[in-house]
């Protein structure tokens, strides 16, 4: 059978056309407000910059990037005398943006003060720096908490405690312990880190990617709702491992030496992602 087809008559030629002038209209115009909304966003910013001296028998530091979506960067200078942060940042018109530094005996407390417009809200606007003698360094508890952003953590610490909404934690160097907890994003280090006592990064939601100097820690616990858990480890072992996916096509891959002996392990690991894959190997 044939299907005959039948051209529009005027009236619906008609109809159509309008259709289709209204439909590239009402783009065009949203088009040209969200362009007009960026343009007036973008013609009103501004950077700003601020840098404060921090205590010089500094032992604990608190940073506090709230609602400000920034990168937060620790790093050593064996040139520097004492400890500072600094801060550059893009703003937008009526919202003020500076670093509130407090405090008291042998700790401080930086705060990222300023409101951030939700256009600009996932873009990663400036950038806080924590300078630090490298011997003050090795000695520090470093306790950050940001709602958007990054840290970036490039120096030995005594311990790290970190915990970020949505964003990404990158780190190098040492530490006695380490515990984050990124909601949403990715945990990775940029090369094999040194973690004396006990290494801990969950989320809901990324990846963990973190590579670890030999010997490892004795306690190794990595754990994602969904998502991907990779972990490096050198040396010969044995290693306690618990790794496991909870969905049946989940990937679960081990290629380290094994015990299941508490006391022959030098270092238990607990590895899971809820949906996700994970792999233990070595680096």
């Known amino acids: 059978m044939t299907a005959t087809h039948t051209p529009p008559s005027t009236g619906e030629r008609r109809t159509i056309r309008v259709v289709i002038v209204t439909a590239a209209v009402v783009l065009g115009l949203a088009l040209v407000a969200g362009l007009t909304a960026v343009a007036v966003g973008v013609g009103s910013t501004r950077i700003v910059a601020d ?22 960067r620790i790093l050593t200078d064996d040139d520097a005398t004492e400890p500072r942060a600094e801060m550059r940042f893009i703003s937008t018109a009526g ?10 005996a042998d700790s401080a407390r930086v705060t990222v003060r300023g409101q951030t417009p939700d256009w600009f809200r996932w873009a990663r606007a400036g950038e806080v720096r924590i300078v630090l003698p490298p011997g003050l360094a090795r000695g520090l508890t470093l306790i950050s908490t940001q709602r958007y952003g990054a840290l970036m953590v490039d120096t030995d610490l005594d311990r ?3 915990r970020i909404d949505n964003g990404a934690v990158a ?57 991907s858990v990779e972990l490096g480890l050198d040396g010969d072992g044995p290693f306690l491992v618990n790794a496991s996916t909870g969905e049946a096509e989940g990937r679960t891959v ?16 607990t590895a899971r992602a809820g949906a996700g894959s994970v792999v233990v190997d070595r680096t």
């Open 95 to 104: 919202n003020r943006h500076a670093l509130d530094i407090t405090a008291q």
């Open 254 to 269: 081990v290629r380290v030496p094994r015990t299941s002996d508490p006391g022959e392990a030098v270092s238990e690991i």
């Open 51 to 72: 840098a404060q001296p921090l205590p010089a028998d500094l032992r604990v530091l608190n940073i506090d990037a709230g609602e400000v979506p920034i990168a937060v």
């Open 171 to 227: 780190l190098r160097g040492a530490a006695r312990t380490v515990e984050i907890h990124n909601q949403r994003g990715a945990i990775h280090s940029r090369a094999p880190i040194e973690v004396r006592d006990s290494f801990s990064a969950t989320g809901i939601e990324g990846k963990i990617s973190v590579d670890f100097q030999d010997p490892p820690p004795p306690r190794i616990r990595a754990t994602l709702d969904r998502g």
């Open 160 to 162: 790290l405690e970190a």
